[in-house]
């Protein structure tokens, strides 16, 4: 069992440098990851920093935590340069990167207003072939492909990716929804993005162990496959508490816990200046864990 955190690009964690500061801290605090959310554009104007770029910081700062973005909407990248920079990134980090794919989700700012893809059908063409793409160009050796939406003829990229057989691969998706898992029982793990109502604690365990036992359905193999959620908020000064509220998703088949950081969860509005002192100690105070 392990546990992250999961934070917005934005707002007050929108520079590389907070990003990296943080990372430092969860690090020391004894947290497993750190996940940034990938969003180019919000409604309201504040700091959006590029997850790539704040991930690179935080690796330069870091020696263990897992690093990555969560999650990455491929329809809106060119999946050979997204190639290139998370086999830059693997390597920084020392082999430390999980890679987070989905749709993608937010409002007109990041898709209408810049001429993306709307169709989520589209999307969800583009996304596998983008995929696939990665996994190709990542092994280092000669690929090429030929898709509805994207072409690569006699390309090699060196070096590889330095984890084997390729970075992981974490799919997100909207609960109920079955094809993203599909999708991902055929890759490393599961984001499922859960009904929130009131964030009650015992419907979302129901909806997560429906999740597992769907993708163990769908998985062709036993290979190790993670199963991510993110979790309401713990109390970071009731240990005994936080553990609580944890453990009955650990019953599901659950293997990380993703602590979520947004303002709300500490009483601020998306569109207020976030008090990134009180957020910084709830990375201080540790893992819902003994």
């Known amino acids: ?9 934005f707002g007050a964690f ?44 935080a690796a330069m700062t870091t020696q263990t935590i897992k690093l990555g973005a969560m999650v990455t909407p491929i329809p809106r990248r060119r ?15 020392g082999g430390r990167l ?8 937010g409002r007109e700012q990041e898709w209408q207003n810049l001429g993306e893809e709307l169709d989520p059908k589209v999307r969800g063409m583009m996304l596998d072939e983008g995929l696939d793409i990665l996994a190709g160009l990542w092994s280092g050796q000669p690929f090429e492909y030929e ?23 974490w799919i997100a998706g909207n609960y109920p929804n079955k094809a993203p898992l599909r999708r991902a029982a055929r890759w490393d793990g599961v984001f499922p993005v859960l009904k929130t109502e009131d964030f009650d604690s015992d419907a979302q365990v ?5 999740v597992v036992d769907l993708v163990r359905e769908y998985r062709a193999d036993d290979s190790p496959f ?30 990380w816990w993703l602590e979520n950081l947004s303002p709300w969860c500490f009483g601020m509005e998306w569109d207020s200046d976030w008090d990134l002192a009180i957020m910084r100690e709830r990375v ?3 893992p819902p864990k003994e």
């Not at 069992?1 to 690009?9: A, D, E």
């Not at 898709?147 to 390729?166: I, S």
């Not at 129901?206 to 429906?210: V, Y």
């Open 98 to 105: 999980i890679f987070g794919a989905g749709l993608g989700s």
């Open 1 to 9: 069992m392990k546990y992250g955190l999961y934070m917005p690009n």
């Open 147 to 169: 898709g509805a939406y994207h072409t690569v003829t006699e390309t090699q990229f060196e070096p590889a990716a330095l984890q084997t057989p390729r970075i992981p691969v």
């Open 284 to 286: 201080l105070q540790g």
């Open 14 to 57: 929108g520079t590389a440098r907070v990003v990296a500061d943080l990372a430092r801290n969860a690090e020391n605090a004894g947290w497993d990851g750190l996940f940034l959310w990938d969003h180019i554009a919000r409604p309201y104007v504040m700091n959006v920093v590029d997850p790539c770029v704040a991930l690179t910081a």
């Open 226 to 255: 993670d199963v991510v959620h993110r979790g309401i908020p713990t109390p970071g000064d009731d240990k005994a508490r936080a553990v609580e509220i944890v453990a009955p998703f650990m019953d599901t088949g659950m293997t």
């Open 79 to 93: 999946p050979w340069k997204l190639a290139r920079e998370t086999a830059s990134l693997d390597h920084l980090s």
């Open 206 to 210: 129901r909806q997560l162990k429906e």
